[in-house]
């Protein structure tokens, strides 16, 4: 079970984010997971380790339900599923109210800021985006 503490993220819809079709347009959604993985870890890390990693993402796998629209008030949900050496699994959930408009697993390297290559994470800091209930979740 994991025991991820999940992080609300406000999604602006812009006027370009609306394709031909009239909704956001797929890639969109890519930016919007972007932005909300990178302010969950800015909102939990310890700020020395914010500004000792940064994070490059490997791969995104997204699943489309609905379609959003520019007036929508849409949250994007993310949870650390796990942390294994320098990467990590996250899952985002966009939804607008209680429909799911997207699901996303997407992972991530992280990397030192400085040298660029990939770094682990201590366990001091996983350990923050986990419940105190959670297993290891390294």
């Known amino acids: 079970m994991n025991n991820a503490i999940p992080h609300r993220f406000h999604v602006g819809?812009?006027?370009d984010d609306i394709d031909f079709m009239g909704h956001v347009n797929n890639a969109s959604y890519l930016k919007w997971v972007q932005a909300a993985v990178l302010d969950h870890w800015r909102a939990l890390a310890p700020s020395e380790a914010v500004a000792q990693h940064l994070w490059v993402a490997?791969?995104?796998e997204i699943t489309y339900r609905k379609p959003a629209f520019i007036d929508d008030d849409v949250i994007a949900t993310v949870l650390l599923e796990k942390v294994q050496g320098?990467?990590?699994m996250y899952e985002t959930v966009i939804r607008r109210g209680?429909?799911?408009l997207a699901e996303v697993k997407?992972?991530?390297c992280c990397v030192d800021a400085t040298t660029?290559?990939?770094a682990r994470l201590a366990r001091d800091i996983i350990q923050r985006f986990f419940t105190s209930e959670s297993a290891d979740p390294a």
């Open 13 to 15: 819809i812009e006027s």
């Open 58 to 60: 490997l791969k995104h």
């Open 86 to 88: 320098a990467r990590a």
């Open 98 to 100: 209680e429909e799911v």
């Open 106 to 108: 997407s992972s991530w």
């Open 116 to 118: 660029l290559r990939p």
